[in-house]
DNA sequence: TGAACAGTTGAGCAATCATTCAACTATCTG
DNA sequence: CAGATAGTTGAATGATTGCTCAACTGTTCA
């Protein structure tokens, strides 16, 4: 944000804008949006949340199923909890994991739908 | 991936293991959705592609609408452009930006809703 | 009680990324 | 053609991030 104007003389279409910006939400609401969406744009983080969606699993048979450490998946898998997509349930030493939510299934099915067309 | 077994001994739940597994897409398959989804995980490029859906606009006005140099939009709008999910009309000087595909409505308006819940 | 195992956590590191800056191209107009 | 403006681009930089390693907690079982 160093340029103290846009465009040298002044926005181009200054009533559009105006249109635009009053639909728009907050900047903090787009934060929100982008601090959840981002939880999808990892390729472990992706596997971890359709895995889940197929079934609950603990975190020994992700890190098997991923073929990664045990200890990077429990550290995404509290990211994900931290953001509530994702849910614990301890039983003795093992704890099982599962969706905490159904919009998880439909933004991973909007995206492959997207990636596959 | 430095451990050599996942759990000490085996994995736990072998039958679910094997039962995921089939049902999983190929490893490329989620890194593609993951560089999809990835692109929704910025503020900036949020508001960009929420903005885009309401109207066709310029760099200088998104720019402008954002608050952010026109080189910050431009560098934006190339990744967004890459991944065709917008696209660029030119008249003249000025070049026009539009979303290319409703999955992008679909996935912003999934997420809007999860985080408003 | 102590050994074994599932899972968590924090520090450290390498890789990725969003933005800035400056130089560039492209188009219009006088 | 020359000046002005819209937009693009590449290098540099500071911030973020995903993973590893090692140490830790919590539970079970003999």
């Known amino acids: 944000m160093e ?7 002044e926005v181009i279409h ?3 804008v105006a249109e635009v910006r009053e639909k728009l939400s907050s900047a903090e609401e787009y934060t ?3 601090n959840l969406l981002k939880l999808f744009g990892d390729p472990t983080r992706a596997r ?4 889940l969606e197929v079934h609950e699993l603990c975190v020994c048979d992700l890190a098997a199923l ?6 990077a998946v429990s550290h995404q898998l509290k ?3 931290l953001a509530n997509l994702v849910k614990p349930r301890r039983d003795g030493q093992v704890v099982y994991y599962s969706l905490s939510d159904d919009h998880v299934r439909a ?3 909007m995206g492959f739908e997207h990636i596959r067309e």
């Open 3 to 9: 340029q103290t104007f846009c465009c040298e003389r």
């Open 14 to 16: 200054q009533d559009v």
């Open 32 to 34: 929100s949006l982008a």
């Open 48 to 51: 971890l949340l359709h895995a």
């Open 66 to 71: 991923l073929g990664v450490t045990k200890s």
């Open 79 to 81: 990211t994900l909890r």
């Open 107 to 109: 933004i991973l099915n």
